[in-house]
């Protein structure tokens, strides 16, 4: 299907057309221009008869219409735009779709002459192969962007994994750890096209996606090695950093896997989602294993250098104090590990990491204020209620333009049609596919009922016409078919009919097995919601029904992906919670934290829907992925951090927070920044599928930030769980160390030794 715009500026004459297309028969129909003259309206259907007699409905194919003013009849004086479908002839499957997409093009460079050389006229055209190519378009766009957002994540890692320290700064760590997620993300593609994957512009938001919960990993695992204790043998410290890591990153790995891998089932419809689900579970899989193989190798060639008192950059042996004192002041900067000689072997040398210094020294202190704590929940109030206030706006995600680069024709296209050609719906084809008795009175009400409220654009009303100025009566069978076939469709104004109706020979007679219509809906500015409704009227009809039909238009296909697409995320959020909830009560011994951490997903996931629809984000297909990111990106982040806090054994609940801050915050801190600098170059690429990640991506990373700084460190200090049994158990422990020292001293006996002089015995007891 191609169709051709051409919106003029408004002309002081009226505008008369002839047919403009043949609304689905083929060959493909032509368009031209008569003599001025005014157009009149036939009960406000907008119908206009031609030279040889045929009526045809143009209502909606005339954009922006101005009525002749003081017309009894509403005569159309002018019209900014004109809309002309063509309709290409159905051949052999192999051979259609190269002819199909010859002929399109053409038909692109014809309009686009035409449009360039008129300064009157300005034409736009859309075909199905133009909508192909520009969604495909976005990845092509984003290439050089994608390559910027790697460099940049490479600094941002280098950067926040370095120190004044040069024997314990880890600048090389965080770029292997970024180069260890991009090697997996090579290898995660080479298994998709080996497996005959085909690339769309969807699966651009993958590399991100797996940087992001892959970086946290790496992360994690630095923070994990600066846990550990310097005057630990060298093995019990690379094993004491894996075992603080791997059993949280594996349950957040899991999740992800199980998330997106009910994306890939046969609960979702839309084969876009499932085909970018399935590829994220193959790379949050592979992810997995280069973590913990090739970057944890790393990390053990990291520590045995630190072990040997290398050099963290340069590789080589750190001088000794008292060389340093004899070299320059730059020499003493570059080489000096920033400890004396007498501190080389303290207990926690890592804390003097700038992101954690001021976490513990500033940040925590801070947050932990009484008088921050009324502020923060009036913070998560207006959070909460914004969030819900977008929640009751979610807008639909069937518009087309969400997905197509933004500097395309066929956005300018959909643009155009939605601003000039509102007052219709699109052409809606009516088909009955089974044999009916048209000729009976019954049949003829029940169609007059299906098409009641539509302007339509059909064979048998116009054959009712056709016997009723003939004064012809075809209540039988044998009348109504003789009289459609050998006078009805001889007729010149009515030959165009001919392809809506199939016949079948049975030996001399004819039947009727099949016929379409096309219906018109009259619709206001909100033309997507009415179709809306009209298809959810239309369909069920279809289904209980006695006569049996189907109804098509292209744009149903949108709108169904789009139907299914608001549940598929729910269904997907629910299970993946359950499953979380099952999997966790086993692994934590207070059940709470369970609770805690469902609590937290569901604020961020409900935060981030809200807000995104109030930052004008459509539920498509984009939106419905990163909503699914956004659950595990919360998990991944707040589950070591309340974890950490539950299973504290401080006295106080502040006392908890601040160590889970300084444990976690910063490698959630390291990831983050990154994440977020590595999708700022989105904002560059011309595509709205690009500015929807984006602006998604964004969200899910500033609420996860908030729940876990901001919201979660007040919130935990005065809800459950308690820290009073802790300190019950801590006050017994001490007490019964006490009464076994008392009784150690009572058990002691002092024995005297006399030493005698004599010859014979050196000494008597």
């Given amino acids: 299907m191609n169709q051709l715009q051409s919106p003029a500026p408004h002309s002081g004459n009226a505008v008369e057309l002839d047919s403009l297309g043949n609304h689905g028969h083929s060959p493909p129909a032509s368009a031209s221009g008569v003599t001025a003259g005014l157009l009149p309206l036939q009960l406000n259907t907008e119908a206009r008869s031609r030279h040889d007699g045929r009526v045809a409905f143009i209502g909606h194919q005339l954009g922006s219409v101005v009525l002749a003013p003081h017309s009894r009849d509403q005569q159309v004086k002018s019209a900014r735009a004109i809309q002309i479908t063509y309709y290409l002839r159905n051949l052999r499957p192999m051979v259609q779709d190269a002819i199909a997409e010859k002929w399109e093009n053409e038909f692109c460079k014809l309009a686009h002459r035409l449009a360039t050389a008129s300064q009157d006229l300005y034409i736009q055209s859309l075909t199905s192969f133009s909508l192909w190519r520009d969604f495909h378009k976005t990845g092509v766009l984003a290439k050089s962007e994608v390559l910027v957002s790697l460099v940049l994540v490479l600094l941002a890692a280098t950067i926040s994994s370095s120190m004044r320290d040069c024997l314990r700064g880890k600048p090389f760590l965080g770029l292997l750890g970024v180069l260890t997620i991009c090697i997996a993300n090579v290898t995660a593609t ?25 970086t946290k990993g790496v992360f994690e695992l630095l923070a994990g090695w600066r846990r550990t204790r310097e005057n630990l043998p060298f093995k019990e410290r690379v094993a004491d950093a894996f075992a603080d890591v791997m059993v949280c990153y594996t349950m957040t790995s899991s999740l992800y896997i199980i998330t997106f891998g009910m994306g890939a089932s046969p609960f979702t419809n839309i084969e876009s989602v499932k085909v970018f689900c399935q590829s994220m579970c193959v790379a949050i899989l592979v992810n997995y294993f280069y973590v913990f193989s090739f970057y944890g190798s790393c990390l053990v060639f990291a520590g045995q250098l630190e072990q040997n008192r290398y050099h963290s950059v340069f590789c080589c042996k750190i001088p000794s104090v008292e060389y340093l004192d004899r070299q320059p002041t730059w020499f003493k900067t570059m080489m000096s590990d920033g400890h004396d000689l007498s501190t080389h072997h303290d207990s926690m040398p890592y804390q003097n990491h700038f992101i954690q210094h001021f976490l513990r020294e500033h940040y925590t202190e801070w947050i932990t204020n009484t008088y921050v704590k009324p502020f923060v929940v009036i913070l998560y109030l207006i959070y909460a209620s914004f969030s819900f206030m977008g929640c009751l706006q979610i807008s639909d995600g069937y518009n087309i333009v969400n997905l197509l680069a933004s500097n395309s024709p066929s956005v300018s296209f959909a643009l155009t049609q939605q601003k000039l050609f509102s007052n219709y719906s699109p052409v809606i084809g009516f088909y009955i596919y089974e044999p009916i008795e048209y000729w009976n009175s019954t ?45 009805f469709l001889r007729s010149p104004e009515y030959q165009h009919f001919t392809e809506d109706i199939i016949f079948s020979k049975n030996g001399d007679e004819y039947d009727i097995i099949a016929s379409r219509m096309y219906l018109v809906a009259r619709t206001t500015e909100k033309t997507r919601e009415e179709v809306v409704e ?18 098509f238009n292209p744009t149903f296909v949108f709108m169904d992906r789009y139907s299914s697409s608001v549940v598929s995320p729910i269904l997907t959020s629910g299970f993946s919670v359950l499953t979380v909830l099952i999997l966790t009560f086993f692994l934590v011994i207070n059940p709470l934290g369970n609770f805690w951490l469902i609590l937290t997903v569901t604020s961020v996931e409900l935060g981030v829907l809200g807000l995104m629809t109030l930052w004008n984000v459509d539920m498509d297909s984009i939106s419905i992925l990163c909503l699914i990111y956004t659950l595990n990106f919360a998990m991944d982040h707040c589950a070591p951090h309340l974890y950490t806090f539950v299973l504290a054994t401080e006295h106080t609940r502040t006392q908890c927070i601040k160590i889970s801050l300084e444990e976690h915050g910063a490698a959630i801190l390291q990831n983050t920044s990154c994440f977020v600098i590595g999708i700022m170059p989105l904002l560059f690429v011309p595509s709205n599928l690009t500015y929807t990640l984006f602006k998604c991506s964004l969200l899910t990373t500033g609420c996860t930030v908030l729940h876990c700084f901001v919201i979660l460190p007040v919130f935990l200090t005065f809800f459950p769980p308690s820290k009073k049994r802790h300190k019950k158990k801590k006050r017994a422990k001490r007490k019964e160390r006490e009464r076994e020292r008392e009784r150690e001293r009572e058990r002691e006996e002092i024995e005297c030794i006399e030493v005698r002089e004599n010859p014979d015995h050196v000494t008597s007891v």
């Fill in 190 to 214: 080479g298994i998709f096209f080996i497996s005959d994957g085909k690339f769309n512009s969807t699966l651009l938001g993958i590399p991100f996606f797996a940087m992001g919960h892959g």
């Fill in 443 to 487: 049949v003829q009400e029940h169609l007059k009922t299906l098409g009641q409220g539509f302007n339509k654009i059909s064979w048998i009303d116009n054959y009712f016409n056709y016997l009723k100025v003939a004064n012809v009566s075809a209540l039988t069978k044998s009348d109504f078919i003789n009289i459609l076939k050998n006078s």
């Fill in 534 to 551: 009209l298809l959810e009227r239309l369909r069920p009809l279809s289904l209980i029904n006695s006569i049996k039909f189907i109804v």
